[in-house]
């Protein structure tokens, strides 16, 4: 039995609705509504009565809900306890980051950040996007970093959680050249001469957004979708040999476009077929108490983090620099960590 299945029954046990728990759980509601089904398995019988609305529990689901508490909150007191042994690494910072910023701009931002900050020790934790907000909500990272879109925001209280910008990311269409330097695959392609597709699984988020593009486009787009997997870099390599059109970020792809190992796939009078996201840094506020406070819920027993000095140093200056570039006119270049 997953513990996250606990989690799950305690946040629709206080929020009596499927959709809000699927909402603060970062999971679709028919991948919410199967995890419960998953845990009523498990038990042997039915814990919700799904003939009422809003959604009451079962007298067994009554019963499991007020040890699924103590069950949770004695695990997250022996994590603790457990993280509270390891002291050497008190000055390594754990940062939370989805797989395709963890190949295309983490790297490049701790370099900048070594030069204009200082020295820092880092913990990666390349996850999936849902994953990777689960570490921060569960406090099993120090910072996440992670894209936003207005179309696509993560559902994070602002009471418990707060955020600097880091800069701007764009992702449009590339193509291999051919011997002459053209793309070999060009938009927007015939409905008879289908191009070929190289798409992101679904629900990843950065396919999420390039349906939102394909969906705002005012031109018709002809693709065959021949592959798919849910990281950029894998989209990446195979547009490198020749296998057709991806969406990336121009982070991504910024060395192969100067070396022009890969060329944009959208002729210059076709316009609307790329997006703007911001990219993000996430943390626990501080001082943050979940009794009392609005917005707090139990779905994800909550144990403080305890806040490294390195961590919070960090903090201090991203802050700093986020004020510094919002007072200045010009705005960081597209694509690239400030």
Known sequence: MDTKWLEDFVSLAETHSFSRSALLRHVTQPAFSRRIQSLESWAGTDLVDRSNYPTRLTPAGQTLYSQSLEVLQALQSTRAMLRGHASAGQDVIEFAVPHTLAFTFFPAWVSALRQQFGPIKSRLIALNVHDAVMRLVEGSCDLLIAYHHPSQPFQLDPVRYEMVSLGEEVIAPYSRPDADGAPMFQLPGRPGQLLPYLGYAPGAYLGQMVDLILKQSN??????????????????????????????????????????????????????????????????????????????HRSAPFVERAVKNAALALWDYLLAQNRKQASEPAPPELGVPR
């Not at 059109?245 to 070396?259: G, T």
């Not at 959208?266 to 009392?292: S, W």
Request: positive net charge; proline residues 5%; aromatic residues 8%.
């Open 219 to 296: 031109t018709a787009i002809h693709f065959d979708r021949v592959y798919e997997t849910d990281m950029a870099e894998g989209l990446k390599a195979m547009a490198l040999e020749g296998h057709g059109i991806a969406f990336l970020p121009f982070s991504a792809v910024k060395k192969d476009l100067y070396a022009r190992r890969l060329v944009s796939a959208v002729p210059h009078d076709l316009k609307g077929l790329e997006i703007t996201m911001e990219v993000r840094v996430y943390r626990q506020r501080p001082a943050f108490r979940e009794n009392g406070k609005p917005g707090g």
